[in-house]
Protein backbone atom coordinates (compact mmCIF):
# COMPACT_ATOMS: atom_id res chain seq x y z
CA UNK A 1 0.00 0.00 0.00
CA UNK A 2 1.17 3.73 -0.92
CA UNK A 3 1.60 5.99 1.40
CA UNK A 4 -1.11 8.25 2.19
CA UNK A 5 -0.43 12.04 1.67
CA UNK A 6 0.16 14.06 4.61
CA UNK A 7 -1.05 18.08 5.64
CA UNK A 8 0.33 19.84 7.95
CA UNK A 9 -1.78 20.60 10.78
CA UNK A 10 -3.15 23.89 10.74
CA UNK A 11 -2.06 26.42 13.60
CA UNK A 12 -5.35 25.80 14.97
CA UNK A 13 -5.00 22.27 15.08
CA UNK A 14 -1.67 22.30 16.84
CA UNK A 15 -3.73 24.40 19.25
CA UNK A 16 -3.24 27.70 18.30
CA UNK A 17 -4.76 30.33 20.53
CA UNK A 18 -6.85 33.05 18.42
CA UNK A 19 -4.83 35.97 20.09
CA UNK A 20 -2.55 38.55 19.31
CA UNK A 21 0.91 38.87 21.59
CA UNK A 22 2.16 42.66 21.91
CA UNK A 23 5.21 43.52 23.52
CA UNK A 24 5.78 46.79 24.14
CA UNK A 25 9.37 47.90 23.32
CA UNK A 26 8.89 50.64 25.17
CA UNK A 27 8.93 48.80 28.42
CA UNK A 28 9.32 45.45 27.86
CA UNK A 29 6.02 43.91 28.83
CA UNK A 30 4.19 41.61 27.02
CA UNK A 31 0.10 41.77 26.57
CA UNK A 32 -2.64 39.18 25.27
CA UNK A 33 -5.49 41.18 23.35
CA UNK A 34 -8.12 38.01 22.05
CA UNK A 35 -9.22 38.15 18.31
CA UNK A 36 -12.65 37.62 17.71
CA UNK A 37 -14.09 38.17 13.64
CA UNK A 38 -10.39 39.15 12.13
CA UNK A 39 -10.28 42.00 14.32
CA UNK A 40 -9.19 43.15 18.05
CA UNK A 41 -10.57 45.33 20.14
CA UNK A 42 -9.03 48.56 19.78
CA UNK A 43 -9.93 49.29 23.75
CA UNK A 44 -8.05 46.36 24.19
CA UNK A 45 -4.80 48.33 23.78
CA UNK A 46 -5.43 50.85 26.32
CA UNK A 47 -3.99 48.61 28.94
CA UNK A 48 -0.48 49.12 26.97
CA UNK A 49 0.78 52.39 29.20
CA UNK A 50 4.25 53.29 29.37
CA UNK A 51 3.58 54.35 33.30
CA UNK A 52 0.25 54.65 35.22
CA UNK A 53 0.07 58.14 34.41
CA UNK A 54 -0.15 57.58 30.20
CA UNK A 55 -3.14 57.20 29.26
CA UNK A 56 -2.71 54.11 27.06
CA UNK A 57 -2.54 53.13 23.25
CA UNK A 58 -4.78 53.97 20.72
CA UNK A 59 -4.64 53.63 17.03
CA UNK A 60 -4.48 56.11 14.63
CA UNK A 61 -7.13 55.56 11.44
CA UNK A 62 -7.73 58.76 9.15
CA UNK A 63 -10.52 57.94 6.55
CA UNK A 64 -11.44 54.36 8.78
CA UNK A 65 -9.04 52.91 6.52
CA UNK A 66 -8.81 49.51 8.78
CA UNK A 67 -11.36 50.11 11.42
CA UNK A 68 -14.57 48.08 11.55
CA UNK A 69 -17.03 50.43 12.84
CA UNK A 70 -19.38 47.94 13.85
CA UNK A 71 -20.54 44.51 13.24
CA UNK A 72 -23.41 44.53 10.75
CA UNK A 73 -25.44 42.01 9.21
CA UNK A 74 -27.09 43.57 6.38
CA UNK A 75 -24.51 44.30 3.35
CA UNK A 76 -21.29 41.88 2.68
CA UNK A 77 -19.45 42.76 -0.17
CA UNK A 78 -16.02 40.96 -0.69
CA UNK A 79 -13.90 43.91 -2.66
CA UNK A 80 -11.34 41.51 -4.31
CA UNK A 81 -13.87 39.03 -5.84
CA UNK A 82 -16.44 42.09 -6.30
CA UNK A 83 -19.37 40.42 -4.42
CA UNK A 84 -21.95 42.42 -2.74
CA UNK A 85 -25.23 40.70 -1.17
CA UNK A 86 -28.32 42.29 0.78
CA UNK A 87 -28.49 39.99 3.59
CA UNK A 88 -27.22 36.64 1.75
CA UNK A 89 -28.81 37.59 -1.30
CA UNK A 90 -26.78 38.42 -4.48
CA UNK A 91 -27.24 42.10 -6.18
CA UNK A 92 -27.46 40.33 -9.15
CA UNK A 93 -30.24 38.26 -8.31
CA UNK A 94 -31.97 41.01 -6.81
CA UNK A 95 -31.60 43.36 -9.48
CA UNK A 96 -32.98 40.72 -11.75
CA UNK A 97 -35.96 39.24 -9.34
CA UNK A 98 -36.84 41.65 -7.39
CA UNK A 99 -38.47 45.16 -6.81
CA UNK A 100 -36.88 48.11 -5.03
CA UNK A 101 -40.46 48.06 -2.75
CA UNK A 102 -39.52 44.37 -2.00
CA UNK A 103 -35.52 44.77 -1.45
CA UNK A 104 -36.63 47.41 1.08
CA UNK A 105 -38.28 45.16 3.04
CA UNK A 106 -35.09 42.74 2.59
CA UNK A 107 -32.57 45.06 4.03
CA UNK A 108 -35.38 46.60 6.83
CA UNK A 109 -36.38 42.89 8.29
CA UNK A 110 -33.62 40.74 6.86
CA UNK A 111 -35.95 38.15 5.19
CA UNK A 112 -37.81 38.51 2.60
CA UNK A 113 -41.29 39.04 2.59
CA UNK A 114 -44.41 36.57 2.30
CA UNK A 115 -47.06 37.42 -0.21
CA UNK A 116 -49.48 38.86 2.37
CA UNK A 117 -46.23 40.71 4.10
CA UNK A 118 -45.31 42.51 0.81
CA UNK A 119 -48.78 43.26 0.30
CA UNK A 120 -49.31 44.91 3.49
CA UNK A 121 -45.61 46.68 3.21
CA UNK A 122 -46.60 48.21 -0.29
CA UNK A 123 -49.88 49.63 0.86
CA UNK A 124 -48.50 51.38 3.49
CA UNK A 125 -45.65 52.68 1.63
CA UNK A 126 -47.69 53.39 -1.48
CA UNK A 127 -50.38 55.76 1.05
CA UNK A 128 -47.87 57.65 2.62
CA UNK A 129 -46.53 59.45 -0.32
CA UNK A 130 -47.92 62.79 0.20
CA UNK A 131 -46.42 65.92 2.17
CA UNK A 132 -47.85 68.33 4.44
CA UNK A 133 -48.84 71.27 2.71
CA UNK A 134 -46.25 73.41 3.97
CA UNK A 135 -43.77 71.63 2.22
CA UNK A 136 -44.62 73.00 -0.87
CA UNK A 137 -43.94 76.44 0.77
CA UNK A 138 -40.66 75.69 1.79
CA UNK A 139 -39.61 74.77 -1.40
CA UNK A 140 -41.13 77.22 -3.63
CA UNK A 141 -38.92 79.94 -1.04
CA UNK A 142 -35.81 77.99 -2.94
CA UNK A 143 -33.55 80.44 -5.33
CA UNK A 144 -35.85 79.61 -8.93
CA UNK A 145 -32.35 77.78 -9.65
CA UNK A 146 -31.33 76.42 -6.78
CA UNK A 147 -29.33 72.66 -6.45
CA UNK A 148 -32.38 70.05 -6.34
CA UNK A 149 -29.81 68.28 -3.71
CA UNK A 150 -29.72 71.13 -1.71
CA UNK A 151 -33.23 71.14 -2.02
CA UNK A 152 -33.69 67.84 -0.72
CA UNK A 153 -31.22 67.96 2.03
CA UNK A 154 -33.16 70.80 3.66
CA UNK A 155 -36.54 69.58 3.22
CA UNK A 156 -35.41 66.59 4.83
CA UNK A 157 -34.21 68.13 7.63
CA UNK A 158 -37.46 70.25 7.24
CA UNK A 159 -39.70 66.63 8.62
CA UNK A 160 -38.53 66.52 11.97
CA UNK A 161 -40.75 69.46 12.55
CA UNK A 162 -43.78 68.22 11.12
CA UNK A 163 -43.45 64.76 13.32
CA UNK A 164 -42.08 65.68 16.44
CA UNK A 165 -43.25 62.01 17.65
CA UNK A 166 -40.02 61.28 15.64
CA UNK A 167 -38.02 61.63 18.94
CA UNK A 168 -39.38 58.92 20.34
CA UNK A 169 -36.49 56.58 18.66
CA UNK A 170 -36.34 54.07 21.29
CA UNK A 171 -39.87 53.05 20.50
CA UNK A 172 -39.83 50.50 17.65
CA UNK A 173 -43.38 51.41 16.66
CA UNK A 174 -42.66 55.15 16.11
CA UNK A 175 -39.12 54.03 14.42
CA UNK A 176 -41.00 52.26 11.74
CA UNK A 177 -43.57 54.68 11.55
CA UNK A 178 -40.74 57.03 10.61
CA UNK A 179 -39.28 54.83 8.22
CA UNK A 180 -42.90 53.92 6.53
CA UNK A 181 -43.11 57.51 6.09
CA UNK A 182 -39.42 58.70 5.06
CA UNK A 183 -39.43 55.78 2.25
CA UNK A 184 -42.84 56.95 0.91
CA UNK A 185 -41.97 60.75 0.90
CA UNK A 186 -38.69 60.89 -0.41
CA UNK A 187 -39.82 60.50 -4.09
CA UNK A 188 -42.37 63.21 -3.62
CA UNK A 189 -39.68 65.40 -2.09
CA UNK A 190 -37.13 64.50 -4.77
CA UNK A 191 -40.34 65.46 -7.58
CA UNK A 192 -40.87 68.76 -6.38
CA UNK A 193 -36.89 69.65 -6.46
CA UNK A 194 -37.28 68.54 -9.72
CA UNK A 195 -40.11 70.74 -10.39
CA UNK A 196 -38.79 73.74 -8.64
CA UNK A 197 -35.93 73.06 -10.62
CA UNK A 198 -37.55 73.13 -13.67
CA UNK A 199 -39.94 75.84 -12.93
CA UNK A 200 -42.66 73.34 -13.13
CA UNK A 201 -45.78 73.10 -11.26
CA UNK A 202 -45.65 70.37 -8.15
CA UNK A 203 -47.67 67.45 -9.46
CA UNK A 204 -49.04 65.22 -6.49
CA UNK A 205 -48.76 61.34 -5.78
CA UNK A 206 -50.99 59.16 -7.74
CA UNK A 207 -51.13 55.77 -5.31
CA UNK A 208 -52.73 53.94 -7.69
CA UNK A 209 -48.74 53.55 -9.56
CA UNK A 210 -46.01 51.40 -8.47
CA UNK A 211 -43.45 53.65 -6.56
CA UNK A 212 -41.35 54.17 -9.38
CA UNK A 213 -44.31 54.79 -12.08
CA UNK A 214 -45.60 57.42 -9.69
CA UNK A 215 -41.99 58.88 -8.90
CA UNK A 216 -42.00 59.27 -12.82
CA UNK A 217 -45.57 60.49 -13.04
CA UNK A 218 -44.35 63.45 -10.60
CA UNK A 219 -41.88 64.28 -12.47
CA UNK A 220 -43.15 64.10 -16.12
CA UNK A 221 -46.76 64.76 -15.97
CA UNK A 222 -47.77 67.93 -18.00
CA UNK A 223 -51.36 67.63 -19.28
CA UNK A 224 -52.22 64.26 -19.87
CA UNK A 225 -55.90 62.89 -18.07
CA UNK A 226 -54.26 59.88 -17.46
CA UNK A 227 -50.41 59.38 -17.13
CA UNK A 228 -49.23 55.86 -17.78
CA UNK A 229 -45.34 55.94 -16.39
CA UNK A 230 -43.36 53.86 -19.46
CA UNK A 231 -42.98 50.50 -18.51
CA UNK A 232 -38.87 50.09 -19.58
CA UNK A 233 -38.24 53.54 -17.50
CA UNK A 234 -40.01 52.08 -14.67
CA UNK A 235 -38.08 49.08 -14.43
CA UNK A 236 -34.79 50.52 -14.99
CA UNK A 237 -35.59 52.77 -12.39
CA UNK A 238 -36.28 49.76 -9.82
CA UNK A 239 -33.39 48.03 -11.09
CA UNK A 240 -31.23 51.15 -10.48
CA UNK A 241 -32.72 51.81 -7.05
CA UNK A 242 -32.84 48.44 -5.73
CA UNK A 243 -28.72 48.30 -6.75
CA UNK A 244 -28.51 51.59 -4.41
CA UNK A 245 -29.98 50.78 -2.01
CA UNK A 246 -27.52 50.12 0.61
CA UNK A 247 -23.97 49.67 0.51
CA UNK A 248 -22.44 49.01 3.74
CA UNK A 249 -20.47 51.58 6.05
CA UNK A 250 -19.98 54.19 2.96
CA UNK A 251 -19.39 58.05 3.98
CA UNK A 252 -23.05 58.68 3.73
CA UNK A 253 -24.20 55.62 6.30
CA UNK A 254 -21.04 56.34 8.48
CA UNK A 255 -22.91 60.28 8.81
CA UNK A 256 -26.56 58.51 9.43
CA UNK A 257 -25.02 56.10 11.97
CA UNK A 258 -22.56 59.36 13.68
CA UNK A 259 -25.47 61.24 14.00
CA UNK A 260 -27.94 58.99 15.28
CA UNK A 261 -25.67 57.73 17.69
CA UNK A 262 -26.48 61.28 19.37
CA UNK A 263 -30.32 59.68 19.73
CA UNK A 264 -31.68 62.69 17.12
CA UNK A 265 -34.39 61.67 15.16
CA UNK A 266 -34.15 59.88 12.14
CA UNK A 267 -35.37 62.95 9.38
CA UNK A 268 -32.34 65.07 11.13
CA UNK A 269 -29.92 62.20 10.87
CA UNK A 270 -30.78 61.58 7.30
CA UNK A 271 -30.10 64.93 6.00
CA UNK A 272 -26.76 64.52 7.59
CA UNK A 273 -26.35 61.56 5.37
CA UNK A 274 -27.87 63.30 1.90
CA UNK A 275 -25.52 65.91 2.52
CA UNK A 276 -22.44 63.51 2.73
CA UNK A 277 -23.60 61.56 -0.34
CA UNK A 278 -24.00 64.86 -2.38
CA UNK A 279 -19.97 65.46 -2.43
CA UNK A 280 -18.55 64.71 -5.24
CA UNK A 281 -16.09 61.37 -3.55
CA UNK A 282 -19.56 59.94 -3.38
CA UNK A 283 -22.65 60.16 -4.53
CA UNK A 284 -21.66 63.51 -6.34
CA UNK A 285 -19.52 61.53 -8.75
CA UNK A 286 -22.58 60.21 -11.02
CA UNK A 287 -22.98 64.31 -11.37
CA UNK A 288 -18.83 64.48 -11.92
CA UNK A 289 -18.81 61.81 -14.40
CA UNK A 290 -21.06 63.10 -17.02
CA UNK A 291 -19.93 67.13 -16.62
CA UNK A 292 -16.32 64.65 -17.73
CA UNK A 293 -17.63 63.32 -20.47
CA UNK A 294 -19.20 66.24 -21.75
CA UNK A 295 -15.89 68.00 -21.24
CA UNK A 296 -14.34 65.33 -23.03
CA UNK A 297 -16.60 66.00 -25.69
CA UNK A 298 -15.10 63.33 -27.91
CA UNK A 299 -13.70 60.28 -28.42
CA UNK A 300 -10.32 61.67 -30.17
CA UNK A 301 -9.66 63.56 -26.82
CA UNK A 302 -9.77 60.82 -24.77
CA UNK A 303 -6.01 59.49 -24.75
CA UNK A 304 -4.45 63.42 -23.90
CA UNK A 305 -7.37 63.19 -21.24
CA UNK A 306 -6.53 59.67 -19.79
CA UNK A 307 -2.80 60.98 -19.52
CA UNK A 308 -3.91 64.35 -17.57
CA UNK A 309 -5.35 61.92 -14.88
CA UNK A 310 -1.87 60.22 -14.62
CA UNK A 311 -0.20 63.38 -14.08
CA UNK A 312 -2.44 63.77 -11.26
CA UNK A 313 -4.50 66.53 -12.54
CA UNK A 314 -8.01 65.26 -12.07
CA UNK A 315 -9.23 62.29 -11.46
CA UNK A 316 -11.33 59.97 -13.75
CA UNK A 317 -14.30 60.31 -12.45
CA UNK A 318 -16.28 57.11 -11.80
CA UNK A 319 -13.71 54.63 -11.38
CA UNK A 320 -12.39 53.66 -8.09
CA UNK A 321 -13.17 52.45 -4.73
CA UNK A 322 -12.45 52.44 -1.28
CA UNK A 323 -13.82 48.98 -0.71
CA UNK A 324 -13.90 47.23 -4.73
CA UNK A 325 -10.10 46.60 -6.46
CA UNK A 326 -12.14 44.67 -9.01
CA UNK A 327 -14.90 45.56 -11.27
CA UNK A 328 -17.62 46.91 -8.94
CA UNK A 329 -20.62 44.31 -9.26
CA UNK A 330 -23.23 47.11 -9.43
CA UNK A 331 -21.62 48.79 -12.76
CA UNK A 332 -21.94 45.39 -14.53
CA UNK A 333 -25.47 45.32 -14.14
CA UNK A 334 -26.00 49.16 -15.14
CA UNK A 335 -24.20 48.75 -18.81
CA UNK A 336 -26.96 45.86 -19.17
CA UNK A 337 -29.55 48.18 -18.37
CA UNK A 338 -28.21 50.95 -19.92
CA UNK A 339 -28.71 48.61 -22.96
CA UNK A 340 -32.17 48.17 -22.15
CA UNK A 341 -32.95 51.74 -21.95
CA UNK A 342 -31.09 52.84 -24.75
CA UNK A 343 -33.45 51.06 -26.95
CA UNK A 344 -36.40 53.03 -26.08
CA UNK A 345 -35.14 56.03 -25.25
CA UNK A 346 -31.84 56.35 -28.14
CA UNK A 347 -27.90 55.80 -27.60
CA UNK A 348 -26.79 58.53 -25.01
CA UNK A 349 -23.83 59.81 -27.56
CA UNK A 350 -21.38 60.50 -24.33
CA UNK A 351 -21.58 56.54 -24.29
CA UNK A 352 -18.81 56.29 -26.90
CA UNK A 353 -16.61 58.55 -25.02
CA UNK A 354 -17.29 56.11 -22.14
CA UNK A 355 -16.68 53.11 -23.31
CA UNK A 356 -13.37 54.34 -24.78
CA UNK A 357 -12.43 55.75 -21.48
CA UNK A 358 -13.20 52.12 -19.98
CA UNK A 359 -11.46 50.64 -22.85
CA UNK A 360 -8.39 52.55 -22.03
CA UNK A 361 -8.04 52.32 -18.32
CA UNK A 362 -8.54 48.89 -17.79
CA UNK A 363 -5.56 48.58 -19.49
CA UNK A 364 -3.24 51.07 -19.01
CA UNK A 365 -0.77 50.50 -15.88
CA UNK A 366 -1.50 53.10 -14.22
CA UNK A 367 -5.32 51.92 -13.19
CA UNK A 368 -4.77 48.48 -13.45
CA UNK A 369 -1.36 48.53 -10.77
CA UNK A 370 -3.82 50.51 -8.73
CA UNK A 371 -6.62 48.40 -9.39
CA UNK A 372 -9.25 51.10 -10.37
CA UNK A 373 -12.35 50.06 -12.19
CA UNK A 374 -15.66 51.15 -13.35
CA UNK A 375 -17.28 51.54 -10.39
CA UNK A 376 -21.25 52.45 -9.65
CA UNK A 377 -21.52 55.98 -10.50
CA UNK A 378 -19.66 55.26 -14.56
CA UNK A 379 -22.78 54.34 -16.14
CA UNK A 380 -25.80 55.70 -13.85
CA UNK A 381 -25.26 59.06 -15.07
CA UNK A 382 -25.83 58.09 -18.49
CA UNK A 383 -28.64 56.45 -18.19
CA UNK A 384 -30.34 59.27 -16.24
CA UNK A 385 -29.45 61.16 -19.25
CA UNK A 386 -30.69 59.40 -21.73
CA UNK A 387 -34.02 59.40 -19.39
CA UNK A 388 -34.44 62.75 -19.41
CA UNK A 389 -33.00 64.10 -16.05
CA UNK A 390 -30.90 67.33 -15.19
CA UNK A 391 -27.35 66.46 -14.13
CA UNK A 392 -28.21 67.72 -11.07
CA UNK A 393 -30.95 65.82 -10.38
CA UNK A 394 -28.46 62.92 -10.63
CA UNK A 395 -27.52 62.66 -6.68
CA UNK A 396 -31.05 62.81 -5.63
CA UNK A 397 -31.58 59.42 -7.71
CA UNK A 398 -29.01 58.02 -5.65
CA UNK A 399 -30.48 59.35 -2.38
CA UNK A 400 -33.74 57.93 -2.51
CA UNK A 401 -33.34 54.27 -2.73
CA UNK A 402 -30.36 55.03 -0.37
CA UNK A 403 -32.88 55.86 2.31
CA UNK A 404 -33.42 51.93 3.09
CA UNK A 405 -29.80 51.85 3.67
CA UNK A 406 -29.67 54.56 6.29
CA UNK A 407 -32.72 53.76 7.93
CA UNK A 408 -31.81 49.82 8.33
CA UNK A 409 -28.76 50.77 9.75
CA UNK A 410 -29.70 53.24 12.18
CA UNK A 411 -32.15 50.87 13.24
CA UNK A 412 -29.57 48.59 13.67
CA UNK A 413 -27.34 51.04 15.54
CA UNK A 414 -29.75 51.72 18.04
CA UNK A 415 -30.03 48.06 19.24
CA UNK A 416 -26.81 47.30 19.14
CA UNK A 417 -25.37 47.38 22.60
CA UNK A 418 -21.91 47.47 21.58
CA UNK A 419 -22.70 50.88 20.23
CA UNK A 420 -22.51 54.47 22.08
CA UNK A 421 -22.64 58.05 20.95
CA UNK A 422 -19.86 58.22 18.12
CA UNK A 423 -17.00 59.97 19.13
CA UNK A 424 -13.49 59.10 18.12
CA UNK A 425 -10.02 60.34 19.76
CA UNK A 426 -7.67 62.80 18.32
CA UNK A 427 -3.86 63.02 18.50
CA UNK A 428 -3.18 66.45 19.86
CA UNK A 429 -0.57 68.39 17.52
CA UNK A 430 -1.11 72.13 18.48
CA UNK A 431 0.51 73.89 21.45
CA UNK A 432 1.57 73.19 24.81
CA UNK A 433 -0.22 75.21 27.05
CA UNK A 434 0.78 78.93 27.40
CA UNK A 435 -0.23 82.23 28.92
CA UNK A 436 -3.14 84.47 27.19
CA UNK A 437 -1.14 87.76 25.76
CA UNK A 438 -3.86 91.09 25.77
CA UNK A 439 -4.42 92.55 22.67
CA UNK A 440 -2.13 95.59 23.67
CA UNK A 441 0.98 93.68 24.55
CA UNK A 442 0.94 91.82 21.58
CA UNK A 443 2.97 93.82 18.99
CA UNK A 444 2.26 93.83 14.75
CA UNK A 445 2.25 90.22 14.56
CA UNK A 446 2.95 86.22 15.55
CA UNK A 447 6.67 85.57 16.29
N1 LIG B 1 -8.68 58.55 -11.02
C1 LIG B 1 -7.34 58.57 -10.98
N2 LIG B 1 -6.61 58.10 -9.96
C2 LIG B 1 -7.27 57.59 -8.93
C3 LIG B 1 -8.68 57.51 -8.91
C4 LIG B 1 -9.39 58.01 -10.00
N3 LIG B 1 -10.72 57.97 -10.04
N4 LIG B 1 -9.08 56.96 -7.74
C5 LIG B 1 -7.97 56.68 -7.06
N5 LIG B 1 -6.87 57.06 -7.79
C6 LIG B 1 -5.46 56.86 -7.42
C7 LIG B 1 -5.02 57.86 -6.36
O1 LIG B 1 -4.49 59.02 -6.94
C8 LIG B 1 -3.99 57.05 -5.61
O2 LIG B 1 -2.80 57.02 -6.38
P1 LIG B 1 -1.35 57.09 -5.65
O3 LIG B 1 -1.27 55.82 -4.86
O4 LIG B 1 -0.39 57.20 -6.75
O5 LIG B 1 -1.39 58.32 -4.77
C9 LIG B 1 -4.55 55.63 -5.62
O6 LIG B 1 -5.36 55.58 -6.80
C10 LIG B 1 -5.40 55.30 -4.40
O7 LIG B 1 -6.43 56.29 -4.31
P2 LIG B 1 -7.04 56.82 -2.94
O8 LIG B 1 -7.55 58.20 -3.15
O9 LIG B 1 -6.04 56.61 -1.84
O10 LIG B 1 -8.23 55.80 -2.73
P3 LIG B 1 -9.45 56.00 -1.75
O11 LIG B 1 -9.87 54.63 -1.36
O12 LIG B 1 -9.13 56.95 -0.65
O13 LIG B 1 -10.55 56.71 -2.67
C11 LIG B 1 -12.37 57.09 -4.13
C12 LIG B 1 -11.65 56.07 -3.21
C13 LIG B 1 -13.68 56.48 -4.60
C14 LIG B 1 -12.69 58.37 -3.31
C15 LIG B 1 -11.44 57.41 -5.31
O14 LIG B 1 -11.17 56.24 -6.05
C16 LIG B 1 -12.02 58.50 -6.21
O15 LIG B 1 -11.83 59.70 -5.93
N6 LIG B 1 -12.76 58.12 -7.31
C17 LIG B 1 -13.39 59.08 -8.16
C18 LIG B 1 -14.69 59.54 -7.52
C19 LIG B 1 -15.77 58.46 -7.63
O16 LIG B 1 -15.99 57.88 -8.68
N7 LIG B 1 -16.49 58.26 -6.51
C20 LIG B 1 -17.60 57.31 -6.46
C21 LIG B 1 -17.30 56.16 -5.58
S1 LIG B 1 -18.50 54.82 -5.73
C22 LIG B 1 -20.01 55.42 -5.19
C23 LIG B 1 -20.04 56.09 -3.88
O17 LIG B 1 -19.24 55.87 -2.97
O18 LIG B 1 -20.95 56.88 -3.70
Redesign the pocket.
Known amino acids: MSPQPTTAPTAKEQGARESLTITDNRTGKTYEVPISAGAIRAMDLRQIKTDADDFGLMTYDP?FMNTASTRSSITYIDGDKGILRYRGYPIEQLAEESTYLETAYLILNGELPTAAQYQDWEYKILHRTFLHENIKTHMEAFRYDAHPMGMFISSVAALSTYYPDSAQISDPESRLIQIIRLIAKVPTLAAFSYRHHRGLPYVYPDNDLSYTGNFLRMLDMMTQVKYEPDPVKARALDVLFILHAD?EQ???TNAMRAIGSSHVDPYSAMAGAAAA?YG????G?NE??LKMLTQIGNIKNVPAFIDK?KK?EG????????VYKNY?PRAKIIKRTADQVFRTTGVNPLLEIALELERIALQDE??VS?K?YP????YSGLIYQAMGFPVAFFPVL?AIPRTVGWLAQWVEMLQDPDQKIARPRQLYTGYDARPYVPLYARGNGHA
Do not use: I, T
Open positions: AHNCGLPLHGAEVVGRLMGFGHRDYFRLNVDFF
